[in-house]
């Protein structure tokens, strides 16, 4: 039996391992492969790559607060996860020598989830809320696949622009950085905007968006990574502006999806995953 954790703190109410077991029985795959959730704080990061490392645990899920703080831990790291500088899946490769490798699933599951959605980033102009973790996985990731223009939009106008001058080092892309308050115009005149932002989530300023729904058109895709609520303000006044929008269910099975392959080396059963997150969420 191969164990695959969610490691975080908390873990509690993490979707993953119902979605990665019900996947797993779907392909019947559940004496082979088993996911399951570990709460370890800070102090307990090494003490949980030794277990990986002793064979206990076949793979993980890195979730709130350790993306960075596990770079440290890992024997390696994939270009994705190099360029993020963060961490969302771990697993073991093992060619001769065996390896603990870090890797980064959160940028490519929102790409993937406009993708499935009819949404490409290619010569679009994006604006991403928010300069986080979050934020940094999928403005990395859309850097590398042709926008027109990247707009990262922070409260804290440092931060903004800190990333988008990092980014902009690494990539081609042609990214800034402002605040929100400076920032209207380039909202109004983005194709695609995403808040990374936890205002709108359950229990984090539910309610609120940072967005004046007077900034919004007929004509924009909006998505909000945030899946609890499944429609939040944003996209409540998204929706009643006739923009497409897209919320963070998509972005939690695709990132789940990627690491599944990595995982089972199968492909992902991504409705039936979407179809169990959707049910728990509704319960
Ligand atoms: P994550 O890893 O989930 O992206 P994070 O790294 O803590 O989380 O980043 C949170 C992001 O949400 C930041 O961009 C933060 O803005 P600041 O850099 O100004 O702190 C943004 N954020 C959180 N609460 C906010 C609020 N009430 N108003 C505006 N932005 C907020």
Same mark, same amino acid.
């Given at each position: 039996?191969?164990?695959?954790?969610?490691?975080?703190?908390?873990?509690?109410? +993490?979707? =993953?391992?119902?979605?990665?077991?019900?996947?797993?029985?779907?392909?019947?795959?559940?004496?082979?492969?088993?996911?399951?959730?570990?709460?370890? =704080?800070?102090?307990?990061?090494?003490?949980?790559?030794?277990?990986?490392?002793?064979?206990?645990?076949?793979?993980?899920?890195?979730?709130?607060?350790?993306?960075? @703080? %596990?770079?440290? /831990?890992?024997?390696?790291?994939?270009?994705?996860?190099?360029?993020?500088? @963060?961490?969302?899946?771990? /697993?073991?490769?093992?060619?001769?020598?065996?390896?603990?490798?870090?890797?980064?699933?959160?940028?490519? $599951?929102?790409? +993937?989830?406009?993708?499935?959605?009819?949404?490409?980033?290619? $010569?679009?102009?994006?604006?991403?809320?928010?300069? #986080?973790?979050?934020?940094?996985?999928?403005?990395?990731?859309?850097?590398?696949?042709?926008?027109?223009?990247? +707009? %990262?939009?922070?409260?804290?106008?440092?931060?903004?622009?800190?990333?988008?001058?990092?980014?902009? +080092?690494?990539?081609? @892309?042609?990214?800034?950085?402002? *605040?929100?308050?400076? =920032?209207?115009?380039?909202?109004?005149?983005?194709?695609? %905007?995403?808040?990374?932002?936890?205002?709108?989530?359950?229990?984090?300023?539910? #309610?609120?968006?940072?967005?004046?729904?007077?900034?919004?058109?007929?004509?924009?895709?909006?998505?909000?990574?945030?899946?609890?609520?499944?429609?939040?303000?944003? &996209? *409540?006044?998204?929706?009643?502006?006739?923009?497409?929008?897209?919320?963070?269910?998509?972005?939690?099975?695709?990132? #789940?999806?990627?690491?599944?392959?990595?995982?089972?080396?199968?492909?992902?059963?991504?409705?039936?995953?979407?179809?169990?997150? &959707?049910?728990?969420?509704?319960?």
């Amino acid at each position: 039996m191969k164990k695959i954790m969610i490691l975080g703190d908390p873990v509690e109410h +993490s979707l =993953s391992p119902i979605m990665h077991n019900t996947a797993f029985n779907y392909l019947n795959l559940e004496k082979e492969f088993q996911y399951g959730k570990m709460r370890v =704080s800070l102090d307990g990061l090494a003490a949980f790559v030794e277990l990986i490392r002793m064979g206990n645990i076949y793979g993980a899920s890195v979730t709130i607060p350790h993306k960075i @703080a %596990i770079k440290d /831990y890992v024997d390696k790291m994939t270009k994705e996860a190099k360029l993020i500088g @963060a961490v969302n899946t771990i /697993y073991v490769e093992d060619d001769g020598q065996k390896k603990i490798v870090g890797h980064n699933t959160d940028g490519i $599951g929102c790409l +993937s989830a406009l993708k499935e959605q009819g949404v490409k980033i290619q $010569g679009k102009k994006v604006a991403i809320i928010g300069a #986080g973790g979050a934020a940094r996985a999928i403005a990395f990731t859309f850097a590398l696949n042709d926008p027109k223009q990247i +707009s %990262i939009i922070n409260r804290t106008e440092e931060k903004a622009k800190f990333l988008a001058e990092e980014i902009r +080092s690494k990539t081609k @892309a042609l990214v800034v950085g402002s *605040s929100i308050k400076r =920032s209207h115009e380039v909202i109004k005149n983005s194709d695609i %905007i995403i808040n990374t932002t936890s205002v709108g989530m359950k229990g984090h300023e539910s #309610g609120k968006s940072l967005i004046d729904p007077e900034l919004l058109n007929s004509t924009q895709v909006v998505m909000d990574i945030i899946y609890i609520p499944e429609k939040t303000k944003l &996209l *409540s006044d998204a929706e009643e502006k006739g923009c497409k929008i897209i919320n963070g269910v998509g972005m939690l099975v695709h990132q #789940g999806a990627e690491a599944f392959k990595i995982w089972t080396g199968k492909n992902a059963p991504i409705e039936i995953m979407k179809q169990t997150v &959707l049910n728990t969420l509704r319960l």
